[in-house]
């Protein structure tokens, strides 16, 4: 408890310090609290700079657990302005690496031998470190006993579970006081914010879900000319450990090396584009944390996936309703955009699709004035998140996720080529998925999908359709006689009223 406590002063002291609190003091209730936090001490270190920039520094003061926090929310542009979600962006994971001792015994504990069994080679000494886990190099043995395939291996940090269930708590109680506090709080959303951050810090914490998340983009792009994604090693994997090949690569960020190694900076930014729309509407699987940390080239100009600890899935209809809005959006169709949100449900019901086509039409018309390659189709969704509030649509993790990948992977592309034309890239794509999936094609590919079901349903149909026509026969059959004894109660009911008239007009004689 008193652990709890001198975090919860150190939180509320880095707010105060970086000047946050009297930011929020025109939106607090009760208004006696709005003078009382407009008089706490602000650190003059801080008053220059943006709000947004100060609610960065201050989650990078607080620790690792705060500065994935603060990456979660930056995807959440539906709840927070578009500066804050810009800056929040920038948040990074550098922390101090843990002991080569300590990881080499987290591996031992996790998989079950001695370091020297289970590693030809192993470098005690990080290649990278993040808040929750480090990565070092290895050489597995090959069949002969030697050193044999060279592996990269993570470890997860000792003991990291508490401080981050000590920090969830702590978050759990500020999101639960701030709704209840501040005016735009339950519209904020934040305990759902923490409960969503809450479930990918746990899928994190668990390095075979990591595992099988390669393993399924590794068979997806087997062979692809576009992407590389490691090979998994699951003997040497745990909830702890995760092992896989090591990938030699160039940073996709430094943009002189791959000059000087002759890498196609234009054909590379075509093909990360083609690698998104591939994954989201071919696959309905995609890498969902896809910035320049997790991303290297190889030598023959294919990209090199890395981490794969947050991935996002779609659903058909989701991918057919995305498909439409894209197909629609490029077209500047704002109707046929509006139309498709309430048909698939992302808006309320009742929503009038001329309401909703002017909303959109306000957001997008200005944009489409520029030039296509200045056009930042990620910063129209984000915009397009922040109309959508108006109309009380309750923006899905699948679809935030999605737009945040598209950032990503945008601003990759335009950061190799300038020029890079989205649109011109992705509309042949999207062209021939509408037509693969809307017409004869289709539906015989759907036909042949179902065929083995259909293989037994045929034969017992008559038997079912025979049962359904007894039930309704039965059913009819009941109808009938609770009518005949309602219209007899009726009867009664009236023969009754008649003869207590007769006795009362004899009584009367």
Known sequence: M?????????????????????????????????????????????????????????????????VK?????????????????????????????????????????????????????FNPNPVASASIAQVHQAHLFNA?????????????????????????????????????LFADGKRLKLREVVAEFNQYLHDELDLMKEAANASLLGRQFSGSPMLIIPEV???????????????????????AALMQASINLKQLARYGVEIFFTQVFNNGFFHADMHPGNIMVAADGRYIALDFGIVGT??????????????????????????????????????????????????????FNKPISQISFGMVLM????????????????????????LNIEGLGRQLDPDLDLWDTAKPFLTRWMNDRVGPKALWRQIRQEAPDWAQILPALPRKLNHLLDENRTQEMRDAYLHL????RRQNMWLAVIAFALLALLFLK
């Open 314 to 367: 779609l659903t058909e209809y989701d991918k057919r309703y995305l498909a439409i809005n894209f197909l629609a959006f490029f077209n500047r169709d704002y109707h046929r955009v509006a139309t498709a949100h309430i048909e698939s449900g992302w808006v309320p019901a009742d929503t009038r699709a001329e309401e909703l086509e002017a909303s959109i039409r306000a957001v997008c018309e200005p944009i």
């Open 383 to 406: 915009r397009l998140f922040e109309t959508s509030r108006r109309f009380s649509v309750e923006i899905q993790p699948q679809l935030v996720l999605l737009q945040k990948t598209l």
């Open 233 to 255: 090693y699951y003997d040497y994997c745990a909830r702890q450990v995760l092992t896989l090949e090591w990938m030699n690569g160039l940073p996709i960020a430094n943009k």
């Open 485 to 488: 004894l309602q219209t007899q």
């Open 144 to 180: 002969n006993g030697g050193v044999g395939q060279k592996v990269a291996v993570k470890v997860l940090r000792p003991d990291i579970l508490p401080v981050i269930e000590q920090d969830l708590a702590l978050m759990r109680f500020l999101a639960f006081w701030a709704e209840r």
């Open 2 to 66: 008193w652990k709890w406590s001198k975090r919860l002063w150190v939180i509320v002291y880095t707010v105060c310090a970086f000047g946050l609190l009297p930011l929020a003091t025109a939106h607090i209730r009760p208004v006696w609290l709005q003078t009382w936090f407009a008089r706490l001490p602000v650190s003059r270190r801080y008053k220059t700079e943006s709000p947004a920039v100060r609610l960065r520094l201050a989650l990078e003061h607080l620790g690792p657990i705060f």
């Open 69 to 121: 926090f603060g990456q979660v929310l930056s995807t959440r542009p539906d709840l927070i302005p578009e500066d804050f979600s810009r800056e929040l962006a920038k948040l990074q994971d550098n922390v101090p690496p843990f002991d080569g001792q300590t990881a080499m015994a987290q591996i031992e504990h996790g998989l079950g031998k001695p370091i020297d069994e289970l590693y030809a080679v």
